[in-house]
């Protein structure tokens, strides 16, 4: 292996001073993680401003040994985007490929490169007429090959699916250099494997993906909001099928329990329950229409929430009225995580199980995990449409935070993910794996499926210098790890 500095030096001779920064100060904000538990070193960042410029410099990575780190917005709950520790590896950010190359909504499809903005990309689609349907909490910094690459979800997957539904094709460079062109999208293709949804999910360890097909979905014309109190989660579920089973209008289906909204309320100084009485947990549902000529969303939701109070699914539940409203519903449900971390330190697990055992899990593994580490408080929130269920346990009132994190949290999260594994459930939902999870994946996923991700990563990365350290352990050829 060489050193670091003489790729620096021939990628500035190759593509010049713009491609990429060693100022330490420039760098430096991407050398954390966005939950600021991972910290490395590099002595470079490369930029790119062209997917020949990425072939480029990933050709000179592979000639000279140096491992590269792609990195869109940095905003990787898992680690899955930071340089390691030893500053062997250098950042490749996607930053400058930015541009929207094409954008149709007659053929419902959008060609983004990786650095686009989320956020930016919805503006644009707004702006012909369409949309795309996929958002989350982080929508104005996470990037198109972020979410491509950790096959992001958010609080559409109920209706529209995850990324590997919404990418219609995928360009990217190789670990050799070489630029893999799938962008056309083909409703058939036969000629082996599918290599766009290989690099989908894999969290730039095969492939640093520059640009995708996007599917656009029809603008929305009408939505409508509710919020409903409710007994427990079997309810909510009930319903949930009562509401697929009558329209595919449902976009989203939120389960939040009582005592976590009323941590919210304290945290949001301005904000106000939804609904008058104390209820042990709440749904937040969301109904569009795409045109005047279906029913309106806001009647669809009285009808069907009607149907449940008399069915006795439902204990209370309100319709927003205005998009102030709306929104006021949705940032209680989005400041869920920040009015957890505000209350104590806390272990936060992105897990999912079959949606048919999702409520049972929520209460039963709370349970069990209280009684396992006492003093702790466990709770359960998340997408009960596709059984995500974001699970935190909070620490003991008055514990040491650093101590607790450090002595305590590993053992918590190995109770956790055992219960998740028991039933039938992924350790990772929508975060991806990451170099957080990255131990826990080879202690419990199943073997066949460890060996294949392995031979897989040597296959396309024999040196191992894609993202080295996430997702997969191997040993570079060099023995370096």
Not at 70 to 91: E, F, K
Not at 213 to 241: F, N, Y
Not at 274 to 297: D, K, N, R, S, T
Request: hydrophobic content about 45%.
């Amino acid at each position: 292996m060489t050193s670091p500095t003489h790729l620096i030096d021939a990628v500035r001779a190759t593509l010049g001073e713009r491609s990429l920064t060693t100022d330490p100060d420039r760098i430096a904000p991407f050398l954390t993680d966005w939950r600021g538990r991972f910290h490395g070193a590099a002595l470079a960042m490369l930029l790119p401003s062209s997917t020949q410029e990425v072939s480029t410099m990933v050709r000179l990575a592979a000639e000279h040994r140096v491992p590269l780190v792609p990195q869109g917005g940095n905003t990787s709950m898992v680690g899955g985007a930071t340089p390691p520790r030893d500053g062997t590896a250098l950042i490749l950010s996607t930053r400058r490929l930015d541009r929207v190359r094409s954008l149709d909504p007659a053929a419902g499809l959008a060609v983004a490169e990786a650095g686009v903005i989320l956020q930016a990309l919805h503006e644009r689609a707004g702006e012909a007429g369409c949309r795309f349907p996929l958002t989350l909490g982080s929508r104005g910094s996470a990037t198109i090959g972020g979410l491509v690459s950790t096959n992001a979800g958010g609080t559409q997957v109920l209706r529209w699916g995850t990324m590997r539904r919404l990418v219609a094709g995928v360009e990217a460079v190789l670990p050799d250099g070489s630029i893999h062109d799938g962008l056309t999208p083909l409703p058939k293709d036969n000629r082996g494997y599918d290599l766009d949804q290989l690099l989908i999910g894999a969290e730039g360890t095969l492939g640093i993906v520059t640009a995708a097909t996007l599917r656009l979905a029809p603008a929305i014309h009408s939505r409508a909001v509710a919020w409903a109190g409710i007994a427990d989660p079997e309810a909510g579920l009930s319903l949930l099928r009562r509401m697929q089973g009558a329209s595919d209008a449902i976009e989203s289906f939120e389960i939040i329990p009582g005592d976590t909204l009323e941590r919210v309320l304290q945290y949001l100084p301005d904000a106000r329950a939804p609904l008058g009485g104390v209820h042990p947990w709440h749904l937040l549902i969301e109904a569009v229409a795409a045109g005047p000529e279906v029913e309106a969303p806001d009647a669809l939701l009285a009808a069907l929430l009607g149907d449940a109070l008399d069915a006795g699914l439902v204990e209370d539940a309100v319709i927003t009225a205005s998009e102030a409203q709306a929104e006021a519903f949705w940032r209680l449900r989005d400041s869920l995580s920040a009015a957890e971390r505000a209350a104590g330190p806390a272990v936060q697990h992105d897990i999912s199980v079959p949606v048919d055992r999702m409520p049972r899990f929520m209460v039963e593994a709370a349970a069990a995990a209280q009684a396992r580490f006492p003093g702790t408080h466990a709770l359960a929130f998340g997408h009960l449409g596709d059984g995500n269920v974001h699970f935190h346990v909070r620490a003991p009132t008055g514990a040491d935070p650093s101590r607790w994190i450090a002595e305590e949290a590993p053992g918590v999260t190995a109770f956790v993910h055992d219960l998740v594994v028991a039933a039938g459930g992924s350790i990772s939902a929508e975060h991806g794996i990451g170099q957080m999870k990255r131990d826990e994946l080879a202690r419990l996923g199943p073997p066949a499926r460890l060996a294949a991700l392995a031979a897989i990563k040597r296959g396309l990365d024999p040196m191992n210098l894609f993202n080295p350290g996430k997702l997969v352990t191997l040993a570079r050829v060099d023995g370096a790890k």
